[in-house]
């Protein structure tokens, strides 16, 4: 399954609901997730161990979050033209 179906099956999203009591476990899925969603990302563009990988994927991330992962796979996949 590529990165953009599993965006689409939400593989990404918490199953944890955000409650003043279930605050810590949604923050660890949350970053759980987020970490699994980056390295997806590299490795389907192709650059888990390129040297500028990292700084790819945070200016795709501060680039596209706000629209949701399909926009960050949009801009890396645009960067990422750019380490060839």
């Not at 955000?18 to 605050?23: A, G």
Request: charged share 30%; with cysteine; aromatic share 8%.
């Amino acid at each position: 399954m590529d990165i953009r179906e599993k965006i689409e099956t939400g593989a990404y999203v918490p199953t944890t609901a955000y409650t003043p009591e279930t605050r810590q476990a949604y923050r660890e899925e949350t970053s759980r997730l987020e970490a699994q969603f980056k390295a997806d990302l590299l490795a389907e563009l192709g650059i888990t161990k390129h040297p500028k990988a990292d700084a790819l994927y945070r200016m795709a991330w501060d680039r596209g979050h706000s629209c949701g992962f399909s926009e960050v796979v949009s801009e890396a996949e645009e960067l990422a033209e750019l380490l060839g």
